[in-house]
């Protein structure tokens, strides 16, 4: 599985991005699927998670601001950032894994190219 993350952008604090990221090959149905970013300076950190039943899971830090979501048909998860703040900023990718509780530990089996979010304060 290939993944390329996009969406990413300069935003001003408070306001909204979605990013996309599109699958490669014809078992994506079959992945859980997550978001991780990494800020300059830190380590990576896990965003949100989609179970292959679509069972959600967040960081406390974006839950109620961040959505994530996924459509097979189109082999694509998404990530709705809403109310963005400048802690947000970093470099955002997406990745697939055999479970969401392996999403969730880094435990992962594809990653893919990351997109930068900048949000201006």
């Known amino acids: 599985v290939q993944l390329q993350a996009s969406g990413g952008g300069l935003v001003q604090a408070g306001g909204s991005l979605r990013l996309s990221c599109v699958a490669s090959?014809?078992?994506?149905?079959?992945?859980?699927m997550g978001w991780f970013r990494q800020a300059p300076g830190k380590e990576r950190e896990f965003v949100a998670g989609i179970a292959v039943n679509e069972v959600t899971y967040y960081h406390d830090s974006v839950k109620g601001r961040f959505t994530i979501s996924r459509d097979n048909a189109k082999n694509t998860v998404y990530l709705q950032m809403n109310s963005l703040k400048p802690e947000d900023t970093a470099v955002y990718s997406c990745?697939?894994?055999?479970?969401?509780?392996?999403?969730?530990?880094?435990?992962?089996?594809?990653w893919g190219r990351g997109t930068l979010v900048t949000v201006s304060s």
């Open positions: 990745a697939a894994a055999g479970a969401l509780a392996t999403v969730v530990s880094l435990l992962l089996d594809y």
């Open positions: 090959g014809r078992t994506f149905s079959s992945y859980a």
